[in-house]
Every structure is written in C-alpha cells, then in structure tokens.
C-alpha cells in the first residue's frame, strides 16, 4: 500500500471530536442517562478522549464502557491455535437498559462492526436508544447503517483504505488514505 494523503491531522481530530462531544450534548439535552461505549480497540480511545471534552463541557462525568465484538463479526478472522475466535472481552461498568447509549468507533465503512457492536449491546441490555459517532464515515455502507456524529465524511474508492493513528495505540494522531496495490 502507498500513502496518498493525510486527511486529518492532530489538531483536525481534536476539533472533530470536540464538535461531536458538544452534538452529543446538545441532541441528547446533556448527558444524563447516557453512556459512551468504545468498540475495541479505537473505538475506546476516541470514547475516553469524548468522556474528556463532555466532561469539561458540562462539568459531569459520563460513563465509558468497552465493546468486544468478536463473537458477533460475520467475518471471523483473527483465531486462536485451536481455531476459536480471539476474544478480549467487554467492560461496560453501568447498566446499558434505559440508556442512551452512544457506540464509539473509528472508521464507518460497510456497517458490519456497527450491526456487530449492536447485537452485543442489545445481548448486554435494552437501551432506550443507539446512537452512533465515528471519526470517519467512508461510505460503501453493506447496511442500512448511518452515523449520528461524524467527524468527516471521506468519500473513498474500494481501492483504497482507511487508516486511523491514535496516540494511545500509535504513537501519533492522523488519518491517511492508503491506496491498495
């Protein structure tokens, strides 16, 4: 793969997900009730650096939780030596019923993770509502998927990927377009 483009840098993901953090407030009237659940590994970064910016917005703390979605990919491909999914297990530290419950990701592409992260969810508790923020939206949805809070849309070719650096995982903050060969 070759490098075509930066997309988005340090200071353009910090506007993005402060912008989100003040969407969320205001669509869900403040934060009560609500929660932040980051789909592993990103996912959860990008919902503790939301947790961050809501907190010294409206002075509250909001609740964070961890999403593993591999028993629920329809496409299983990491695996264990015995052929068994590679679980890293979910850490949701509230009751998810009668939550608004905000899914935290990356990069929206074909809405598999998100239906995914769904289903998990929904086996967690019964939120009162899903909603859903991405850094990215790619495009190329499989299903009738949509984000709520978008930090940019990056319309893409399938030739090309995607890739989101986070500091805490990385090492540096930047969002590239890479062009598959």
Known sequence: MSQKAVVLDEQAIRRALTRIAHEIIERNKGIENSV????????????????????????????????????????????????????????????????????VDDVLYTGRTVRAAMDALVDIGRPANIQLAVLVDRGHRELPIRADYVGKNIPTSSSEKIVVELQEADGQDQVTIYEKE
Do not use: F
């Open 36 to 103: 932040l659940v980051g789909i592993k590994t990103r996912g959860i970064h990008l919902a503790q650096r939301l947790a961050e910016r809501i907190e010294q917005i409206e002075g509250k703390q909001i609740a964070i939780g961890e999403l593993d979605i591999t028993l629920y990919r329809d496409d299983l491909s990491k695996k264990t030596n015995d052929q068994e999914p590679l679980v890293k297990g979910s850490d949701i530290p509230v009751d998810v019923t009668n939550q608004k419950v905000i899914l």
